[in-house]
């Protein structure tokens, strides 16, 4: 089923915080798990607009498992509505493993994301 390809998310978050490499404030890190479940929200309230909105405007979402490509915003909002309008008892559960800072305002975020249905 399509809503399966949405289980292969891999979140990369970009943090805008003016701070040093080495040592990374406790505050951005919660910035960043704040943001990670601002996603699972929007994503459990259906809320295409607002997922989208986690993106940045030119965001590119690659499936793992096909290779489709959506770009933009605009195309993510539409893909997402399609998904929720396709599969009606969908759910997203995130386990963040690790915050890395790889510069002073990129942080990567890796974990397990789980796309349950009805199915």
Known sequence: MRYMAWSCWLVL???GFPTAHAQQPSGDRAEI???VQSYV???NAR???ALAGHWSPEGVYISRLSGHRVIGR???EKDFAELFDEVKDVRLEVATESIDFVS???AIEKGA???FGAE
């Open 13 to 15: 978050l970009t943090a």
């Open 33 to 35: 798990e704040k943001a």
């Open 41 to 43: 929200a929007a994503f």
């Open 47 to 49: 809320d295409a607009k």
């Open 74 to 76: 605009p195309a993510l």
């Open 104 to 106: 002073p305002n990129v």
């Open 113 to 115: 994301a789980k796309v």
